[in-house]
């Protein structure tokens, strides 16, 4: 996309580097990379300025992958189970965090332990995104889990 806008990009660590394409390195803009990886998750947790309540269960087969925070105000854990990925995410706040931009037919509101959550589902993904005492969650899967999958996912978030 930046080679669109006439500039090369690289990046080093947690430095993305923006450079006029053809300009020579002293043209060149550095800014923090917002996505910092942590090896465990209470590494993570730590950076946060919140609490933030994990999941203690995901389908069968999923792993965690990669344990990451997003500008310092998200918790975000990818679980594979070889060739599928499940997201969590969670954040201060009311807000949409997910990061799915797709466009949903099946959408319905699902309770669990009292707490109300927007399920969703299309032919080839899903997940769920609620609050619950000042924080944002979001489940997002590259494929179809189940309904009852994502429940238990959120009633696990402790």
Known sequence: MFELMGYD???VGQYASFTKAGANDNNAVQIPNPLVEYKTVDEAKNTLSFDAPVPTF??????????????????????KNGKNEIVFRAAKGSDDISGDY???????TVSVNGTDAKYRENVETSGAVWTKDGLTFSVYADTVISEKDASDIIASVK
Do not use: C, R
């Open 58 to 79: 995901v389908p069968d087969g999923y792993k965690i992958d990669y344990v990451g925070t997003i500008a310092g105000e998200t918790l975000q854990i990818f679980y």
């Open 9 to 11: 990009f690289s990046s």
């Open 102 to 108: 797709n466009v949903y037919k099946n959408t319905k």
